[in-house]
Each structure stands twice: as C-alpha cells, then as structure tokens.
Nanobody, 115 residues
Framework: QVQLVESGGGLVQPGGSLRLSCAASGIIFSINAMGWYRQTPGKQRELVAA???????NYADSVKGRFTISRDNAKNTVYLQMNSLNPEDTAVYFC?????????WGKGTLVTVSS
C-alpha cells in the first residue's frame, strides 16, 4: 500500500506564494511519476504538474512560468512551489503517485487565494 500526505495549503493574497509538500510512504518503486492535481466544486480534477523519477516535468498551460514542481527521491517527497497566485488557483490540491499502472491519491489540501 501507498500513503500520501500533503501539507502547505492555506490562505494567501493574490500575487502571493505557497509551497505544497507531499510525502509518500509504503511500497514505492524506483520508477514512478508524482504530481499535483486540483479540483474545484462542480469541475473535474485537473493536472497541475507532474514529474518523473528522472526529473522530467509537465505543466498545465495555466500555471507555466508560475509554478515549479520538484522532488526528493531519497525522501519520496514531491513539492509544488506556487508563485504569482491568483483567485483562479483556488482549489483543493491533490498529490498523486503513479507506478506500474496504479494511481494513489492524497486526501487533498485547500489553497485559497483571496484578498
């Protein structure tokens, strides 16, 4: 089994920054992808950013240039640095780990961007 625990969400003013963290534990294989998704009420969960064990990254167009995903393989931890936040970034952010065809999810952390 795999457990994912997110942290770092909260309330931030427009233009501000937050850093999300997600620590994975359990049976973690060396080849995997980790990422962040977000969801708002009434909408589907959408990919924000993902990173492979080798460091290849993928970003949603809406966050390119503002968000940076990184990971520490030794700690099985993925990070999401979010800068220049705007109200449209308000959502519950979910950590994801994908390995050998299986997807695992964290419980989510709420990010609210508001003045």
């Amino acid at each position: 089994q795999v457990q994912l625990v997110e942290s770092g969400g909260g309330l931030v003013q427009p233009g501000g920054s937050l850093r999300l963290s997600c620590a994975a534990s359990g049976i973690i294989f060396s080849i995997n992808a980790m990422g962040w998704y977000r969801q708002t009420p009434g909408k589907q969960r959408e990919l924000v950013a993902a990173i492979t064990e080798g460091g290849s990254t993928n970003y949603a167009d809406s966050v390119k240039g503002r968000f940076t995903i990184s990971r520490d393989n030794a700690k099985n931890t993925v990070y999401l640095q979010m800068n220049s936040l705007n109200p449209e970034d308000t959502a519950v952010y979910f950590c994801n780990l994908h390995q050998y065809g299986a997807n695992y999810w964290g419980k989510g952390t709420l990010v609210t961007v508001s003045s």
